[in-house]
């Protein structure tokens, strides 16, 4: 009994790792999927990848917007993470990679008198406030060790967009409001 | 009891060999340590410079060689970017010199980080990602100032907005770029970045 005790301890550690292996939308008739790839699943078949490039991931936060249409995947890569979505336009998958402007961390550094360069970006999705808007948690370490909380809004725009090289429709997804706490 | 066992073992098994590490990686900070002059890198030429058979370039090459093949347009190009060393991967650095200091690189060689001391690679960002360039693909830096070059592969990635301008050790020295061992750049150096994607799976000679 100890033994089996054991196992079923190992077992729950295992499923509760901070890597999603699947993350069902609030309908259940998809889910989001890690591993060598990040794949929205229904009926047990990938029909969608969102992030090719797993090399690097040590964690994925998963958050599906309350009406299933759009699902925001964090992956963190230690020093960042990188703000992936995709969502359902005209009854198919499409996917955006969220870049802010570069001018972004100038704005944050000068909010909070910071010095030196942002060398580490960690983000976490938060709340949804409706199905185009999510809340992301983030924080900010500095060159100089100073490290401060922020959050913004992620949008998904309805801004007509072209498709980047990397397959990642530009535009589709823009971060605003950004805030120091 | 004991097929109810067996089945935990086989579950407990498949769920630990699948997907990646779960750990967040942070690394320690260390105390403060002001750089002296022995620390500074002495621009050590790393690798066999290569020049003449690649039909890209005359870049040279610091690790990882010259790619074999054409490689085509590149599908980011960073512009002119203030130069910023990453350490990452380098065994003989630690947070004591360089605060950002992390042991783990996103790529790595025979399952080990990737030495920014041995090893020219450039760090991508959010830009880079959305650009389909992936952990592995190859990349060409340019000293703007000197005009030197080498071929790099893209093996770290850093904060998602970050300016495409962090290069490894390796690079930095092979373009003649000098830097502190906390990192810092000595002058002002600058560099461009393009990156190709879809190029990891041609082989550097």
Same mark, same amino acid.
């Given at each position: 009994m100890k033994i089996l005790s054991l196992n079923l301890t190992i077992l729950f550690l295992s499923l509760g790792s901070?890597?999603?292996q699947n993350v069902a939308s609030p309908n259940g008739q998809y889910s989001l999927t890690g591993g060598t790839a990040a794949r929205v699943v229904e009926h047990g078949a990938a029909?969608?990848?969102?992030?090719?490039d797993m090399q690097g991931v040590k964690h994925l936060d998963v958050s599906w917007s309350p009406d299933s249409s759009r699902v925001v995947v964090a992956v963190d890569f230690v020093r960042g993470s990188y703000i992936y979505a995709a969502y359902l336009q005209d009854g198919k998958w499409q996917r955006a990679l969220e870049v802010d402007p570069q001018s972004i961390y100038d704005d944050l550094t000068k909010q909070v008198g910071?010095?030196?360069?942002?060398?580490k970006d960690l983000r976490a999705p938060g709340n949804?406030?409706?199905?185009?808007r999510l809340t992301v948690n983030g924080k900010l370490t500095f060159s100089s060790q100073q490290q401060v909380a922020f959050s913004y809004t992620l949008t998904f725009t309805d801004a007509p967009t072209q498709v980047s090289r990397g397959g990642f429709n530009e535009g589709a997804i823009k971060g605003e409001d950004f805030r120091i706490h | 009891m004991r097929s109810l066992l067996a089945w935990s073992f086989v579950i407990a098994l498949i769920a630990s060999i699948? +997907?990646?590490?779960?750990?967040?990686?942070s690394p320690s900070d260390g105390g403060s340590g002001t750089p002296t002059?022995?620390?500074?890198? *002495? +621009?050590q030429q790393i690798g066999n410079a290569v020049s003449g058979n690649q039909p890209v370039s005359n870049a040279g090459s610091a690790g990882?060689?010259?790619? *074999?093949d054409q490689l085509g347009d590149p599908a980011f190009s960073s512009g002119t970017q203030v130069a910023r060393i990453d350490t990452d +991967?380098?065994?003989?650095?630690s947070t004591t010199y360089d605060?950002?200091?992390?042991?783990?690189?996103?790529g790595t060689i025979d399952g080990q980080p990737v030495d920014s001391s041995q090893y020219a690679y450039v760090v991508r960002n959010a830009a880079m990602a959305a650009a389909g360039v992936q952990i592995g693909d190859w990349a060409l830096v340019t000293n703007?100032?000197?005009g030197e070059q080498v071929w790099a592969r893209v093996e770290d990635n850093g904060p998602?907005?970050?300016?495409?301008?962090e290069i490894s050790e390796a690079a930095a020295t092979a373009v003649g770029i000098q830097f502190q061992?906390?990192?810092?750049?000595?002058?002002n150096p600058m560099v461009s970045v393009q990156a190709f994607a879809h190029s990891g799976s041609i082989a550097g000679n």
């Open positions: 901070g890597l999603a029909i969608f990848t969102v992030v090719d910071a010095s030196g360069r942002v060398v949804w406030l409706d199905n185009r | 699948s +997907g990646c590490d779960d750990s967040i990686s002059q022995n620390d500074l890198a *002495q +621009g990882f060689g010259t790619p *074999q +991967g380098d065994p003989n650095e605060h950002s200091y992390n042991p783990e690189t996103s703007v100032d000197t998602a907005n970050a300016p495409a301008g061992k906390n990192s810092n750049t000595i002058g």
